[in-house]
């Protein structure tokens, strides 16, 4: 038997993920030892394989098989547009990806006017105004913080990841429309469904009764 790989999205995904796969029986004690530098987790009895990963570098490492198996948010998924099959919702890490602003730039996406959206999602928010929307759109890419670009006039307004909503509320920003909701997805490398399956199966089979 070969090893199965997973990676897995560093942080509390990466701690959800666990405790799920916990339930299934699949353990890796070594993982828990959150001070370890370690950055590759080996179960030889269940002959599986772990590693953390950056969320965005999850399906890059599927893709290429790096990992046979990978756990991401559904915006990571969507944004990286990968060669992988995605084939669980695991139901947790929900939130939503939104349009979001002052509320009087609401106004501003009624028309079909050319608007600056500053996001750290680009294929998102273009696939959605071009798309869903047709509206012309000058997208600006931050690496975070996005909700300042609104407020310091960098753009009109923002494409981003809206959770409990506090931080927009604490800087005078709304929701104005919802591009789609998010969770976390496992997701899988293309060959190794098909020369795994059965194991893989299993696995999707048996996360799919727990929650
Ligand atoms: C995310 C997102 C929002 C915030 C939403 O940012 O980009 O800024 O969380 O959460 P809330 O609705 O519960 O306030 P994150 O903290 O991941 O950091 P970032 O700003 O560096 O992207």
Do not use: W
């Not at 890490?93 to 996001?119: D, N, W």
């Amino acid at each position: 038997m070969r090893y199965l790989t997973f990676a897995l999205t560093k942080g509390r995904l990466a701690d959800k993920t666990l405790e799920r796969l916990e339930k299934i029986g699949i353990t890796c004690e070594e993982m828990k030892d959150k001070a370890s530098r370690k950055l590759i987790f080996v179960n030889e009895e269940q002959k599986l394989k772990f590693f953390l990963a950056k969320g965005p570098d999850v399906p890059i490492y599927v893709e290429h098989g790096a990992a046979d198996i990978g756990v991401s948010g559904k915006d990571i998924i969507m944004e990286e547009n990968r060669a992988i099959y995605e084939v669980l919702d695991l139901g947790f890490g929900k939130c939503r990806m939104c349009i979001c602003g002052f509320p009087e730039a609401k106004e501003l996406l009624s028309h079909h006017e050319m608007i600056k959206v500053a996001t750290k999602y680009p294929r998102i928010a273009r696939d959605y105004f071009q798309n869903i929307k047709h509206q012309t759109v000058d997208i600006i890419k931050l690496n975070g913080s996005i909700e300042l670009a609104p407020i310091v006039g960098l753009s009109d307004v923002i494409c981003d990841i809206v959770e409990t909503g506090s931080t927009l509320k604490e800087n005078g920003l709304t929701v104005l429309e919802e591009v789609c909701p998010l969770s976390a997805r496992m997701v899988v490398n293309q060959v190794s469904m098909r020369m795994e399956a059965e194991r893989i199966r299993g696995i999707i089979e048996a996360l799919r009764g727990v929650s």
